[in-house]
């Protein structure tokens, strides 16, 4: 039966090979076989091709010498080739498509404000991966509230792979000019015959020989140092702490270190057993700790710290009524004289002031002299005053009966978070206020501007700057009034990029 098989075999593949050329081994074309498929059945005999796989399954007749590559026994070995797909080669690279970020809408809520204004940006966009508001990450599409120092150009940029998309914002601050305002107060206590301020805005005030202390716009309790002293002659108050208290008569100077409650020390100005008269009393802002006595005929040095009181013998006969001072020096004058001294009083030198007039005042402001004289606002750095070399404020011709120079920020009132920058930064720029017979003027480098039309004699460094006439006390208040436009183009104080960070 075997032999028999074996036989239609061989017939059968003697009938077909004629026709293998036209056949191939992987064509779907392929007839059906009625052969059993060798995966679905057992036995010797040989399998048919299908649709889902064109492997050949085939065994060889024993004895052959036909090598197909295959080895092995009598097994049945599945010969397996590839699908092919006339399609993508899934065996390849997956090409990545990266598609381009876009920046739909970025605005700003306003830009033209006033300075220190709160400003809304927003934005929207798409395909966006990560998204950077100046260096700062962000949401794909949001809102963020800024408050620009200055003017500012904000840029966002989006980001998705290697491609970017960037868009920018700029604010503008509308132009401010400066108004002022006068207040002016009369004062109960009478004439005013000296003024002195803290930096917290306390006034010392000696009217009629009578003490009184409080601010401007405040009222004004009179003190009493000691009930026996009919008539005072100086006053002072600490420059760095309002607390701490001088006032002066003949012979005597009181201090009080809680603001005029109690006046426990007494310091005696005598000379020879002679009580003296007192003109001035003055505490250094460079030091506190030291306070200087002028008087007729001399200077005296208080040291608060060490407890001490030393005669100044250079100016032995001088009659002392205007200080100031620096971590540098300190300046005393005369009625028409002016002395330096570089070691804290010890020793003084007498510098050339002729034909100023009378000297009415004295200030020190960040490394510059300035006196105010009959004939005028004079001024001189401090690092040259071993040898001075003096020159005159243009504009200013009558009598300067007291100058304050400060800084002032460029946007009146300060700015939020901001420290004050140096003199020399156009941030900040560097006027002087100063009191004539015929006003306040304010300015510098002969441009002049009135700020009140009252005849002053004193101002006080307050909050805003104070002027005293006879009887009363002037606050000049600085109003700053906005156009409702901005610029066309950025002003210098532009900062383009990223925002602004403070401090600096």
Not at 211 to 225: C, I
Not at 357 to 367: A, K, Q, R, V
Not at 404 to 429: D, K, N, T, Y
Not at 469 to 487: G, H, N
Request: aromatic share 10%.
């Amino acid at each position: 039966m075997a032999n028999f098989l074996m036989r239609k075999v061989v017939i059968f593949f003697l009938v077909i090979s004629p026709l293998a050329g036209f056949v191939s081994c992987g064509n779907d074309a392929t007839a059906e076989s009625d052969q059993q498929d060798p995966d679905e059945g057992e036995g010797d005999g040989g399998g048919g091709g299908s649709d889902e796989d064109p492997s050949i399954d085939e065994e060889e007749p024993s004895g052959s010498d036909t090598d197909d590559g295959i080895t092995g026994d009598d097994e049945d070995v599945d010969i397996e080739t590839p699908d092919i797909d006339e399609g993508d080669d899934e065996g390849g690279e997956e090409e990545v498509v990266t598609v381009s970020p876009e920046i739909v809408s970025f605005e700003a809520g306003e830009e033209c404000v006033k300075p220190n204004t709160r400003v809304t940006l927003s934005w929207e966009t798409e395909n966006a991966a990560e998204v950077y508001l100046g260096n700062e990450a962000v949401e794909t599409s949001g809102r963020k509230k800024v408050r620009p120092f200055f003017e500012t150009t904000y840029t966002l940029t989006a980001l998705n792979g290697d491609e970017t998309d960037s868009a920018t914002v700029s604010i503008y601050f509308k132009e401010a000019s400066v108004a002022y305002e006068t207040d002016e107060e009369s004062f109960g206590g009478g004439e005013i015959d000296a003024v002195s301020s803290s930096d917290d805005g306390t006034l010392l005030v000696l009217a009629e020989g009578k003490v009184y202390k409080g601010k401007f716009g405040d009222d004004f309790s009179k003190l009493t140092p000691n009930s026996s002293v009919s008539k005072w002659s100086a006053v002072n108050i600490d420059p760095t702490d309002s607390d701490i208290l001088y006032a002066g008569t003949t012979g005597r100077i009181y201090r009080s270190s809680n603001g005029g409650s109690s006046w426990p020390d007494v310091v005696p100005v005598r000379r020879n057993n002679v009580d003296l008269d007192l003109n001035v009393i003055y505490t250094s802002p460079a030091n506190p700790d030291l306070v200087y006595i002028g008087f007729e005929g001399g200077v005296f040095v208080l040291d608060t710290d060490r407890q001490t009181l030393e005669l100044a013998s250079d100016l032995n006969t001088e009659s002392i009524r205007h200080f100031a001072a620096d971590q540098d020096c300190v300046v005393a004058a005369t009625k028409s004289g002016i002395f330096m001294s570089f070691n804290e009083g010890d020793s003084w030198r007498e510098k050339d002031a002729a034909g100023w007039g009378e000297i009415h005042s004295l200030d020190i402001f960040n490394g510059v002299l300035y006196v105010s004289a009959e004939k005028g606002l004079y001024y001189a750095e401090t690092d040259t005053l071993s040898n001075p070399s003096w020159e005159k404020e243009e504009g200013l011709d009558g009598p300067v009966y007291q100058a304050l120079a400060r800084q002032e920020p460029i946007f009146m009132g300060g700015v939020g978070g901001l420290v004050r920058f140096a003199a020399s930064s156009f941030f900040e720029p560097w006027v002087i206020y100063a009191a004539t017979e015929d006003g306040v003027y304010r300015g510098s480098n002969g441009e002049w501007e009135e700020v009140s039309a009252d005849p002053a004699y004193w101002i006080i460094e307050d909050e805003d700057p104070v002027s005293v006439s006879d009887s009363a006390l002037t606050s000049v208040e600085q109003t700053i009034v906005y156009s409702d436009e901005c610029p066309n183009q950025p002003s210098i104080h532009t900062i383009s990029a990223d925002p602004v960070k403070f401090p600096l």
